[in-house]
């Protein structure tokens, strides 16, 4: 199939584009390579990427309509897998304009390009564990309200969902809408806590924990996440009643706290942590905890990588990334 990827040098973006290529998929990947992190990394991600037949880059800003046109002029897609964000819960108290752009201008441009592609079979995008706030029931269902999320992020992540809806409504476009809960693993993003405790411990460096480390997350593994994502591109859509949006938790429905979390790190790198208690930022929730009741049901999804392993996974490569 064609493929159009939006985040393609991002971290799930790219782990994408390695387990679609290997299946014979063609991809036309888009990014802008901002500076949210740095963009090395994001370029040696696509390094890695070129190398393979079928897959095509082009650095383009998806907020601009102009941008989008022209990368995408001429060409046919059967999916779009629309993955471009700006993310991370905190940067959203330093710059929320950025989010407005990169989630919520982009993704009305994505549902507009996908209304006018008649030969389109669906569109899949990503939203977040972070729809959910404070206020839904653990473990959290896709048929919670969601409507009081505590981070700007959240809020255009739901606005998000809700532009989604309304296109399948009005327009019959086939959507699935994919809450993702803290992805984790090698090639991933430096400002998650995982990769920050592992530089921090691996260069003597004090790190700070926020709540006494009583925070929980529900993390997930990259692989188990690329798994479900390829199960969808390649099945069929299918919706009984309703409007043509579907919306499904990914994750991996196992809390942990981040004590855990530090307790791995170390163990995997053989170095104890120096801890500092601080105050967490506006905008963390206390926990996220996925009911995955609906993906298990249509695609199998049963994630089942502890996050011993994964972690131990991703301090090798960090080494090696980082020649430590």
């Not at 040098?9 to 299946?23: D, E, K, S």
């Not at 809806?165 to 400002?191: C, I, N, Q």
């Not at 009583?214 to 690329?226: G, K, N, P, S, W």
């Amino acid at each position: 199939m064609r493929v159009l990827l939006t985040g393609g040098a991002g971290f799930i973006g790219y782990h994408a584009a390695q387990a679609l290529l290997a299946r014979g998929h063609e991809i036309n990947a888009l990014d802008n390579l901002n500076s949210y992190y740095d963009p090395a990394l994001k370029k040696a991600r696509i390094g890695q990427l070129v190398e393979h037949r079928g897959f095509r880059f082009t650095e383009c800003d998806i907020a601009d309509v102009a941008a989008l046109k022209a990368a995408t002029a001429g060409a046919r897609y059967d999916i779009v897998l629309h993955l471009a964000a700006q993310a991370g819960v905190r940067h959203g108290l330093i710059d929320p304009a950025s989010y407005t752009r990169s989630n919520l201008v982009a993704q009305q441009n994505i549902l507009e390009f996908a209304r006018h592609d008649a030969g389109l079979m669906q569109t899949i995008y990503a939203s977040s564990s972070s729809v959910y706030g404070n206020d839904s029931a653990a473990p959290f269902s896709e048929d919670a309200r969601a409507d009081k999320p505590i981070s700007y992020y959240g809020a255009t992540k739901r606005a998000g969902e809700l532009l989604a809806h309304s296109y399948a409504e009005l327009f019959g476009l086939k959507l699935t809408g994919l809450r993702f809960f803290t992805v984790y693993g090698p090639w991933g993003r430096p400002d998650m806590a995982y990769w920050l405790f592992t530089d921090a411990i691996l260069h003597d460096k004090p790190i700070p924990v926020f709540g006494g480390g009583m925070l929980r997350r529900d993390f997930t593994y990259i692989d188990e996440i690329v798994a479900a994502l390829v199960r969808m591109v390649e099945t069929p859509f299918a919706i009984e009643k309703g409007a043509p949006h579907r919306l499904y938790n990914l994750g991996n429905s196992h809390p942990e706290d981040v004590m855990a979390l530090i307790r791995c790190i170390e163990q995997a790198t053989g170095k104890p942590a120096r801890i500092e208690d601080a105050d967490g930022p506006a905008g963390d929730v206390r926990e996220t905890y996925a009911d995955i009741t609906r993906a298990k049901r249509d695609f199998g999804f049963s994630p089942a990588v502890p996050l011993a392993e994964g972690i131990a996974r991703f301090v090798a490569w960090f080494r090696q990334y980082r020649g430590l």
